[in-house]
């Protein structure tokens, strides 16, 4: 019997055509939709008269460009205001379920999907926006499309697509100290470049993936696509199953045990064969930070810059730009840096688990002078259990400004735009330029260093703040 990969598993299952020397007609399960990518799509479909085939498999929540303050009042940016009320028309009258804001589980698509138990194991899932790849965390196959794809799977469920090559990356070992999956990844895509994993979607495994929580495989599956790969995924096991028991969309009862019986046949067979293997020691992973203008960009907190030593032509001059952009030398420390702002947020670290990791750091701590704070949760379910926990108390007690449900200054689609020439450490997962703001200088860090920032104002190893 062949051997297959978990990838190979659920993509075979979802074709539903293959077309000889081209792509595979490729079945989605579910699809979301936000306020950004969707209303072209949904226009086209009106100009020539088709519906939405499978509406029930279609979710959507305005997230992007949307405020976070003042959400219960009229937006007042006219484009925003635009995409969201289109949103709203195109799904009343196609019958899509709609998470608007103010609803109880409204929040950043791919926080919500996961939350309400839509993301389940075995699945299929695109979304017009490149982080989908985060649902691969629940061992689905989730990639971002844009918007003639988004048209495509809302008139007929499917989409045309080329199969990719596989990658497995497998992490060994215990973590030190101070050391999150968001280090992991930034640790990932520093090794092998923002490109080094094109054209492959990427299994995660080893003991150092496998003992993370869903919200740090969430995590470090949506920054797949940093590294330039379709997507990631992680196989399914008993931390999945608890995390969906009884959320709105899991299955129930016998259903849920015929599910589980299913999901526990979704991991790679012993001996199967990837195009490429990576292996990692989590023994050598220590807190990251990017220093320059591509997630690639990144060395561990304590680490200088590097030099141009061995650049030459094109890449020299590239790099050097890089770092002309954010103000920084080749071969100095970034350690001791001056801040201007720190934000928790984003569909890679706004989730409940980075809140409260932040606000155990700074219990009893304040926020430098120097620093504007902003944590801004994923859903308002992560709101909700913010307050209900006391966070939003400690958080507040810091000098942290806590905002409502949105991307928020992951990008400069709404109003949380760092200004020009400020420099942000930033729990979000881009650092291209003018991706905060017009002239933003972005470093991406987990939740723990940015905390560790935002007390001391200065680019700093959360561990050195951990034994204090």
């Keep these: ?19 000889p020397a081209g792509p595979d007609v490729f079945f989605i399960d579910k699809h979301f939709i936000h306020e950004v990518t969707s209303p072209v799509a949904f226009l086209n479909l009106e100009k020539r008269g088709i519906g939405v085939k499978y509406p029930y498999r ?5 997230d992007h460009n949307v405020p976070t303050i003042d959400q219960d009042q009229t937006i007042k940016d006219k484009l925003s205001r635009m995409q969201v009320e289109r949103l709203r028309q195109n799904c009343a009258k196609y019958g899509i379920e709609l998470h ?45 499309i844009g918007t003639s794809e988004v048209e495509m799977v809302l008139a007929t469920q499917c989409i045309m697509q080329s199969k ?3 990658m497995r990356i497998s992490v060994e070992g215990e973590l030190g100290k101070g050391v999150t999956s968001k280090d992991i990844i930034l640790y990932i895509i520093s090794k092998i470049s923002a490109a080094g994993a094109t054209g492959y979607f990427v299994e995660y495994a080893g003991s150092a993936i496998r003992n993370l929580s869903m919200e740090a495989r969430m995590t470090i599956c949506n920054m797949s696509i940093e590294m330039g790969a379709r997507g990631g995924l992680i196989a399914p096991d008993e931390t999945t199953f608890a995390f969906l028991k009884g959320k709105q969309y899991a299955p129930k009862g016998k ?30 992973i220590e807190p990251m930070i990017t220093y320059g203008t591509n997630p690639g960009m990144g060395i561990k907190v304590k ?11 094109s890449n020299k001059k590239s790099y050097l730009k890089s770092l002309d952009y954010m103000g920084f030398q ?25 809140i409260r990791a932040v606000a155990q750091f700074v219990k009893g701590k304040k926020k430098a002078d120097n620093i504007t704070a902003w944590i801004v949760p994923g859903s308002r379910e992560v709101e909700k259990l913010a307050h209900e926990e006391g966070l939003v108390k400690i958080l507040e007690e810091a000098g942290f400004e806590l905002r409502q449900p949105g991307c928020s200054a992951c990008l400069a689609m709404n109003d949380d735009k760092i200004p020009a020439g400020k420099y942000a450490v930033s729990t979000s997962n881009r650092n291209f330029e003018g991706r905060q703001g017009p002239g933003a200088r972005t ?12 007390v001391t104002g200065r680019i700093t190893d959360p561990r050195e703040v951990f034994e204090n």
């Design 255 to 284: 259903d849920w045990d015929k599910a589980v019986a299913y999901w526990k046949t979704l991991k790679t067979d012993d001996g199967a064969v990837f195009d490429k293997e990576l292996h990692f020691d989590a023994a050598d």
């Design 100 to 144: 608007d804001l103010g609803s109880a589980h409204h929040g950043i698509v791919h926080v919500i999907g996961p939350e309400l138990g839509v993301t389940q194991p075995g699945m299929t899932i695109v979304c017009g926006d490149s982080h989908t790849s985060t649902h691969g965390a629940f061992g689905a196959i989730a990639f971002g």
């Design 1 to 19: 019997m062949e051997k297959t990969t978990l990838f190979d598993k659920i993509w075979d299952s979802h074709v539903v055509k293959s077309v």
């Design 330 to 354: 080749p071969g100095e420390p970034v350690k001791g840096k001056q801040v201007d702002y720190v934000f928790v947020g984003s569909c890679t670290n706004g989730r409940i688990e980075d």
């Design 443 to 454: 470093m991406l860090a987990s939740p723990l260093t940015v905390a560790a920032v935002a």
């Design 164 to 166: 990719p090559k596989k």
């Design 303 to 313: 680490d200088s810059i590097p030099t141009t030593d061995g650049m030459e032509g």
């Design 58 to 62: 279609t979710i959507a929540t305005p």
